[in-house]
């Protein structure tokens, strides 16, 4: 069995998240901040195995923009680091 492990991503706006303990393999941290159209923000987040799984999340970002009525948003991610705890 997989050993248990926390990660954190640290973005550059200072936001820490830690994430487990987890044994899944996560290697990045992404976030979407989305301005609605009443001008609250929404954020939504989640974690990948890949760098390139990460930047796939960009692709998707217009279209539900579109679909959910943003003003605007900022997509961000971070390489994850693990520690024992």
């Known amino acids: 069995m997989a050993k248990k492990r926390y990660l954190t991503a640290t973005l ?4 820490v998240k830690t994430i487990g303990p987890t044994s899944t393999p996560f290697t990045h941290y ?5 301005v609605l159209a009443n001008g609250k923000t929404e954020i939504f987040w989640g974690h990948t195995k890949s760098l390139v799984e990460a930047k796939k999340k960009r692709n998707a970002l217009a279209e539900a923009a579109v679909q959910r009525g943003w003003q605007r ?12 705890g």
Request: aromatic share 24%.
């Open 12 to 15: 550059p706006d200072g936001y």
């Open 73 to 84: 948003y900022d997509f961000e991610f971070v390489e994850l680091v693990a520690s024992d």
């Open 30 to 34: 992404w976030r979407i901040v989305a």
